[in-house]
Every structure is written in C-alpha cells, then in structure tokens.
T-cell receptor, first 114, second 113 residues
Framework: QKEVEQDPGPLSVPEGAIVSLNCTYS??????FMWYRQYSRKGPELLMY????GNKEDGRFTAQVDKSSKYISLFIRDSQPSDSATYLC??????????????FGIGTKLQVIP | DTEVTQTPKHLVMGMTNKKSLKCEQH?????MYWYKQKAKKPPELMFV???????INESVPSRFSPECPNSSLLNLHLHALQPEDSALYLC????????????FGPGTRLLVL
C-alpha cells in the first residue's frame, strides 16, 4: 500500500463547478498537509497547508483534513479555466535527518471547460 | 517574498558533459532540497541540506553531486549523465525542522542526448 493515494484523473468539469480533490494516507506520523498546483512544465506552487483536522479556507479554495479517517480534500469553488492544472497533495513528517520529509500523491489532472 | 529561483531554465547536454544547476532563496530558510520529476509523476527527493548538513538519498547515482556554498545557495553538479536522467529538476526550500511547507522553484528542464 502506498503511503499516499490520489486518483490521477483526469477530471473534467464545466466552468463554475465545485471541484473536489481527495487523498488518503496511511502514515500516522504525517504532521503537515499541503496542496500544490502544478501547471504543465512548471514547478509546483503551494496553494494551502494545514496541520490540524478541520477546514481552512482561502478565497475559492478550502482544504479539509480528517486525521481520524486519514483523508484530506481540496475544494475549489466557482472553478475557472485557469484552474486547469495538476493538483498534488503532499504530507510531511519529521525525518531523522532533521527536516520535514514530504511525500506526494501522484497528482490529479483537472480540466475546467469554458 | 516566497521566491525560489533556479538557473538555467532549460539545459541540453551530452553524456560526456559536466554542467551545474543553481538554486537560490532569500527567505532565510535553513533547509534546501533537490527533486527530480519525470512526466506525469510526482517529485522524487534526491538530496536535502538541513542546517548545512547533507542528507543523501542512497538511490541517487553518483553522477549527481550536490553542493551548498551557503544557506541561500544550492547547486547540483552533473557529470556523465544518461538519457534517462532527462527530467524536470526542482529546487525547494523550507524553514527547517519546523518548516512545514516547502516552496518550489520553477525548475530546470534537462535533456540528456
């Protein structure tokens, strides 16, 4: 079993739709939970991060973490064509080397159709 | 400012060449990372410098050699690469032990002929 599971998609939605992206994980040591957006041939861009269960909102984006179920979600409201990208969930735990080791999901490719 | 810069943006090299990738951050972060990303795959960690201490991923071939001249700079020296090393090379930084998030640079797209 992979430490982080994410559906690769692709996911196609019409403009204005609510998008739900999800990941599950198995490692209870994960402390921080992140969502990155990656446009084609570009570096990942940090969208949101959190370390506690519950919801965190930033504009059209809401990140949700349920540690008891080992499940995280990203919701995008009023989706726009510019949201078309690959969304990577990521989780980190302190490594013995003294840094936060990040484990990524495989990424979900999202296409928002005008 | 959460910017990580990388140079060059693109690099084409032969298998006998020696080249270097450069990364810079001015956020005062104490940990810097090199990742390799192949198409349709997530980033794979290659090296970490945390508080000037190198952590090595033992699966990384010796033809890749990292260098951290100071806490703001990170280099990746490349020598005798193989075509399968063609990928997007990403640099990232974080605050360090309690740095919960990593900020990525735009990457260097490397093609090995």
């Amino acid at each position: 079993q992979k430490e982080v599971e994410q559906d690769p998609g692709p996911l196609s939605v019409p403009e204005g739709a609510i998008v739900s992206l999800n990941c599950t994980y198995s490692n209870s040591a994960f402390q921080y939970f992140m969502w990155y957006r990656q446009y084609s041939r570009k570096g990942p861009e940090l969208l949101m991060y959190t370390y506690s269960s519950g919801n965190k909102e930033d504009g059209r984006f809401t990140a949700q973490v349920d540690k008891s179920s080992k499940y995280i979600s990203l919701f995008i409201r009023d989706s726009q064509p510019s949201d078309s990208a690959t969304y990577l969930c990521a989780m980190s735990a302190l490594d013995s080397g003294g840094y936060q080791k990040v484990t990524f999901g495989i990424g979900t490719k999202l296409q928002v159709i005008p | 400012d959460t910017e990580v810069t990388q140079t060059p943006k693109h690099l084409v090299m032969g298998m006998t060449n020696k080249k270097s990738l450069k990364c810079e951050q001015h956020m005062g972060h104490r940990a810097m990372y090199w990742y390799k990303q192949k198409a349709k795959k997530p980033p794979e960690l290659m090296f970490v410098y945390s508080y000037e201490k190198l952590s090595i991923n033992e699966s990384v071939p010796s033809r890749f050699s990292p260098e951290c001249p100071n806490s703001s700079l990170l280099n990746l020296h490349l020598h005798a690469l193989q075509p399968e090393d063609s990928a997007l090379y990403l640099c990232a930084s974080s605050q360090g032990r309690d740095g919960e998030t990593q900020y990525f640079g735009p990457g260097t797209r490397l093609l090995v002929l």
